[in-house]
């Protein structure tokens, strides 16, 4: 049976080999199938020991044991080799190259309203007003009464508004309790002159509400910000002065400006105020209507129910008031000629104003 031996030999040899070439932790597996599992060549030769001359038995029965645990001993080596490979190539392809040009990331912005707000700010601070806010669900008292609107007053035809339906109401009516969506900022001013000692200064930025239907120059939400003062000898001269400061802040030096009989049933007088056109900067164009000119705000000195509504005595103290549509602001800052542009979430309008302004 030196045959059996001669093969023993060629295998140990061979399984040096194909293990050298056994590249990858699979293809180890699959040798020690082809020489160990079941049917494998060195199996199947131990099963031919019994028919080997009983004299030579042993000797070749301890040859083919010992390649046999050669060749678990070597398959153990080769997977923790290819296993100690893998990591290094792991580790190289997961390595940080500190040289490599970075990738672009995706940074958000303000949205144009968002950011007018900022600088009406920063200009209003400025000018010494500080930042008071109020709620935006508000009481009919509030958002008309204790402004100088009293029921049935025709003037509440100026704010279509928002109610809050009475609970289990069917067709639904408006609350009891007179609970709406606030039509303006103003009712803020009314809480500002509750809570705080004059002198007032203060802007009441924030987020309004009316029935209206939805075209380029009307939505149901808007954004203003009104400005209040309240002090002893405040008159229509500071307004003015203030607010043709303001406008040059906003647009700039050369801005020319103008002031306009008004009409609002909480102040008296009441102004409109108005800048030279921002498209044309004053022949006058389609923008501008051909006028020249293009209204931004309206304003006026508080009227005396209203500074006694807030609590204030009229005959210490005199206030002026102002408001203005943030999003009439924006349009116009931009040159924008649809307000469903901004309250639209298209980012290829919105990624416009990433630069900020
Ligand atoms: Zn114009």
């Not at 131990?46 to 080997?52: A, D, I, K, Q």
């Not at 070597?74 to 990738?103: F, T």
């Not at 309008?349 to 302004?357: I, K, P, W």
Request: charged share 25%; glycine share 10%.
């Amino acid at each position: 049976m030196t045959d059996l031996r001669a093969r023993l030999a060629r295998v140990r040899a061979d399984a040096r080999d194909r293990l050298a070439a056994a590249g990858d932790v699979a293809a180890v597996e699959s040798l020690r199938n082809a020489l160990l599992g079941r049917s494998g060549e060195l199996t199947l030769m131990l099963r031919e020991l019994p028919g080997v001359d009983p004299e030579q038995r042993p000797q070749v029965g301890q040859l083919a044991n010992a390649i046999r645990g050669e060749i678990e001993l070597a398959m153990k080596a080769r997977l923790g080799e290819l296993e100690a490979h893998a990591l290094d190539a792991r580790l190289a392809s997961e390595a940080i190259d500190m040289s490599a040009p970075g990738r672009p990331v995706r940074v958000g912005h303000l949205h144009p309203t968002l950011s007018v707000e900022r600088d009406l700010r920063e200009i209003f601070h400025a000018f010494g007003f500080e930042i008071f806010e109020g709620p935006e669900i508000e009481t009919e008292a509030m958002n008309f009464e204790a402004l100088n609107i009293p029921p049935d007053h025709p003037s509440r035809d100026l704010w279509d508004t928002l109610y809050v339906a009475e609970p289990g109401s069917d067709p639904p009516r408006p609350a009891t309790d007179g609970t709406i969506l606030r039509t303006h900022t103003s009712p803020v001013q009314i809480r500002a002159m509750r809570e705080l000692t004059p002198p007032i200064r203060v802007i009441t930025p924030g987020r309004c509400f009316r029935y209206e239907a939805v075209d380029a120059s009307h939505n149901f939400e808007f954004f203003q910000v009104e400005g209040l003062v309240v002090d002893r000898d405040t008159s229509l001269a500071d307004l003015k002065g203030m607010l043709e400061e303001f406008a040059r802040a906003l647009y700039g030096e050369a801005t020319r400006t103008r002031f306009r009989p008004g009409y609002y049933p909480f102040t008296e007088p009441s102004v409109a105020f108005d800048v030279s056109c921002l498209v044309c900067g004053g022949p006058g164009c389609p923008a501008c209507g051909r006028s020249g000119w293009m209204t931004i705000l309206g304003a006026g000195m508080v009227h005396p129910s209203v500074l006694r509504a807030g609590g204030i005595d009229p005959d210490a103290y005199q206030g002026y008031a102002f408001g203005m549509g943030l999003d009439r602001i924006t349009l116009l800052r931009h040159g924008i000629p649809d307000l469903r542009l901004l309250m639209g979430a298209d980012l290829r309008f919105l990624s416009q104003f990433a630069g900020g302004r």
